[in-house]
Every structure is written in structure tokens, then in C-alpha cells.
């Protein structure tokens, strides 16, 4: 079976046939990087960077591309705030941004194009527009003729005329239609501008991924992405422009986000439920936070709530806690005799989970699967003899599905020697019966950061917070 995306533009599930076999060319819309991300800006960050992965793990080469707006009305309006110019605050926050998406488990993107990097690439891009009668000057604002466009309103299924219907003309605009939108802004007093045929002044918010989408990946792409509130008018005003001026379909399959709920609300400034990414890990765990996310299909909303994210967790730690189970029975098992009941079972689990994810990327369905595999996993070491070969298998489709979603689950860390030491002398105390000595040891490691944890299976450890 092969991946079926639901597309935007034709509101149907699709197959995914990219353009060039064996390779995808893929764009995601970054943030505007005047503040933190909040939680609705990190969903489409871990959606689509798992969009890549399972792309990446069915065999598709995939050009990501990824861009950061470093010029706009926000970012100017708080450099001015802050009193420093507007390179030095967007420098700093596209270095918090990536603090944050690291630490969720997101790859960089293979370039995340800048627009002060392609002004020059902007201005010749509209140039053309204007050329082809699809742009206008006025008084050193150029504008999109909307109505020019014959497909304007696909995207988002919405004709010209309902939208004319909201459409109206700001305070200083001298637009010829209400519903033309800016592509460059004639510069105000002591703002940062650029020059251009039409006088100084820095480009529309809509115009930069057309560029840069071009501008990296061509004319035409085979996926273009972004959050929900993105499919109009900023998705819509791409496809006119990139059309207009490439006379060739932009993108062949569009994928959009659900939004992102606080307590069954709508997070906002105004209600103070705004939960910024940077604050938040602090307090949950980022892979915790990044299983959650991916626990609803991607095109549903999800609900922030304490006790949902709670529910996660202890989801994810019981995953973990089969994996690690496993990993510690093959340390003492020699069996080296084929189960090949029990390898097709796990077969059977891998299958399951491609099945999900073919469907639409359904990450929530995929999670099913996992869970599944680790209950397989509880029952397989209730077994008396156990086989290395099936043990191993175990463990390197956990690591490979969940690889998939972002999550790691080996603990790559090791032990020091001192701690090692440790360990074991604990183990030969609880074998004599010298709980006390036993006992110190566990306090002494719990200070170094080091839990240790009694299983039938024997002494395991994971790593925790080191005592003050």
C-alpha cells in the first residue's frame, strides 16, 4: 500500500506519488522569530519533522526545507520595544528556537532560508509579477491583483466573492480592490528598509516562502505544510503568486495542522493560558511532551490539559519500561535458537505500524501498534528460555518505530567506572543479605543522579535528578 496523504486543495486522501521517484521535495513554514514559540508554533515542527522521518524510513530521499521570517510588523514593533535593532532580537530567538525544537527531538531542516538573505531574490520576483500584470505600484506599496488570478480561493474553497464580503481597505492603503494584498511596503519613518524600483521599503509576509520556495526547491514542490491558520489568506496568496509567476503548479499536495487547545480553550494572550515551549520543558519532559503531541491524528485538534499530558507520560514510561526489560534479559541470555513464531509476531507489529502511518500519517494509530509491541515484548519474558535473536529483534523495532516518531529511547549515556563499581557491589550486598550496605549505595547513587530499580529481571537503573 502506498502513503496516502489527505490534500488540502482537493480535501480528499490521496496517493502519494512524488515527482521524481525515490525523492521528495517538501516545505514547511517556519515561525516569525520576534519571541519563544508557544505550544501551537511546536506542533507543526513535530508533525512534519515525523512527516520527514517515516518519509525518510520508507526510502524517500527528502529535501526539507524550513524558513525563518526575520522581517515583519511583529519583530519591528518589539525590537522597538526593547530598544535594539531588529537583527540582534530575531539573531536571538532563531538561536531559542532551536534550543527548543532540539530538545523536542527535531532535526534542523537541510536550509532555513532567511528573508533579509533573499531581498534581492524578492524584488526580482515581483518585478516579474509586475511584468505580467498580476502587480501594481501605489504610492511605493505594490500590490497582488487577487482577481487576475483565476484559481484564487482553491486552497481554502472560498470564492471571490464571499471573500470580497470581509474584505476592506485599511487606513493608508490605495489598493485598486479591497481584496489585492501587499507583496512590497513603502517604508515608514526609522523603520529597516531595503531598496527597490518602487522606493525603499521591505517585502509583504506573503511573498517570501514564494521566493524561497523557489528559490531552493523550484517551481513546482510535492509537499508544502504549515499549522491550519495558515491555509488562508497565507497559503492561498502563495499559490497565486507562484502560479502567476511560474505558470506551474506550486505545490501537489498541501498538509495542515489542527490547532492547539489549553484546557479545552483556545490559547491566547488575552485569556493568559499562552504556553511557550521554552517555559514548558522546563517542567515536562520534551520527549514526553513531543509523544503527546503525536498522540492525536495531526489534522485534529489537541488539548493541552495536566492530566492528558500526565496520561502520556506514563504511556511512553510504560514503552520504555518493556524496552528496557528486554534489553536487560539479552544480557544474560545464550540462547541462540530461531523463534520464528514469535519473530513473525514482531513482523506482524512492524506491518501494523506502516499501516498506520501510510493512513494519513495517523501517529495515534502507530502509538497503538507500540503499545501492542510492548505487551508481545511482557509476554515473551514470562517465558523461561528466551532466544537472543527474538530479544534483539525486540529491541531494534522498538528503537526503529520510535526512531520514527522522534522518541529515543536507548539511553546512549555511560555509566563511570565509579558508578559501575557501585552497582555491582550492590548487587553481591543484596545477594549476602547486607541490606544496609545495600540501601547506602542506592542513596549514594540516587545523589549521583542514578535510580536504581528492583525487577524480576534484576537491577536496572535510569538516570534522574541529581540531589542538592
Excluded at 506573503?206 to 510535492?222: A, F, N
Excluded at 509476554?379 to 523461561?384: D, F, G, K, R
Excluded at 522518541?407 to 543479605?433: F, P
Aim: charged letters at 25%; proline letters at 2%; aromatic letters at 10%.
Amino acid at each position: 500500500m502506498s502513503i496516502q496523504i489527505f490534500n488540502t486543495l482537493t480535501r480528499e486522501k490521496e496517493p502519494f506519488v512524488p515527482m521524481e521517484e525515490g525523492k521528495v521535495k517538501m516545505y514547511v513554514c517556519g515561525p516569525t522569530v520576534y519571541n519563544y514559540i508557544h505550544i501551537g508554533n511546536a506542533r507543526p515542527v513535530i508533525v512534519y519533522d515525523t512527516v520527514r522521518r517515516y518519509l525518510q524510513f520508507k526510502g524517500y530521499d527528502v529535501t526539507f526545507i524550513s524558513n525563518f521570517t526575520d522581517v515583519d510588523d511583529k519583530i519591528i514593533k518589539a525590537a522597538n520595544e526593547l530598544g535594539e535593532d531588529v537583527s540582534t532580537l530575531t539573531e536571538r530567538f532563531i538561536h531559542a528556537y532551536f534550543e527548543d525544537v532540539t530538545a523536542l527531538g527535531c532535526k534542523k531542516a537541510d536550509a532555513h532560508p532567511r528573508v533579509m538573505e533573499h531581498m534581492d531574490d524578492i524584488i526580482a520576483f515581483i518585478a516579474v509579477l509586475m511584468d505580467k500584470g498580476y502587480a501594481y505600484e501605489s504610492e511605493g506599496d505594490v500590490y497582488y491583483r487577487t482577481r487576475k488570478f483565476d484559481g484564487y480561493g482553491k486552497l481554502s474553497h472560498q470564492s471571490v466573492d464571499d471573500l470580497k464580503v470581509g474584505a476592506r481597505i485599511e487606513a493608508g492603503e490605495k489598493k485598486e480592490d479591497a481584496l489585492d494584498f501587499a507583496l512590497w511596503k513603502a517604508a515608514k519613518v526609522g523603520e529597516i528598509s531595503w531598496d527597490s524600483p518602487w522606493g525603499k521599503g521591505r517585502p509583504g509576509w506573503h511573498i517570501e516562502c514564494s521566493v524561497m520556495v523557489r528559490e531552493h526547491l523550484g517551481d513546482t514542490i510535492d509537499i508544502h505544510a504549515g499549522g491550519q491558520d495558515l491555509t488562508f489568506p497565507h497559503h492561498e496568496n502563495e499559490i497565486a503568486q507562484s502560479e502567476a509567476h511560474n505558470d506551474k503548479t506550486f505545490a501537489r499536495y498541501w498538509m495542515h495542522n489542527g490547532y492547539v487547545n489549553i484546557d479545552n480553550e483556545k490559547m491566547s494572550k488575552s485569556l493568559g493560558n499562552f504556553v511557550l515551549v521554552n517555559d514548558i520543558r522546563q517542567q515536562i519532559d520534551p520527549q514526553v511532551l513531543r509523544f503527546f503531541m503525536l498522540s492525536v491524528h495531526y489534522r485534529h485538534p489537541i488539548n493541552f490539559a495536566k492530566e492528558l499530558v500526565e496520561s502520556a507520560a506514563a504511556s511512553l514510561e510504560r514503552i520504555k519500561t518493556a524496552y528496557n526489560n528486554i534489553s536487560h534479559r539479552l544480557q544474560t541470555t545464550t540462547d541462540l535458537t530461531e523463534d520464528k513464531t514469535w519473530l513473525l509476531q514482531i513482523d506482524d507489529q512492524i506491518k501494523a505500524f506502516e499501516v498506520a502511518m501510510d493512513d494519513d500519517f495517523n501517529t495515534a494509530n502507530a502509538i497503538s501498534v507500540l503499545f501492542e509491541l510492548a505487551r508481545l515484548a511482557n509476554v515473551y519474558l514470562t517465558q523461561a528460555n528466551t532466544s537472543q535473536q527474538v530479544l534483539q529483534k525486540f529491541l531494534t523495532t522498538f528503537e526503529n518505530l520510535l526512531d520514527v516518531l522522534g522518541i529515543t529511547i536507548k539511553d546512549t549515556a555511560l555509566l563511570d567506572e565509579e558508578v559501575e563499581q557501585l552497582i555491582q557491589e550492590r548487587i553481591e550486598a543484596r545477594q549476602s543479605k547486607n541490606f544496609a550496605r545495600s540501601d547506602e549505595i542506592r542513596d549514594l547513587l540516587q545523589n549521583k543522579g542514578i535510580i536504581l530499580e528492583d525487577t524480576r529481571q534484576g537491577t536496572r537503573w535510569k538516570r534522574g535528578t541529581i540531589s542538592e
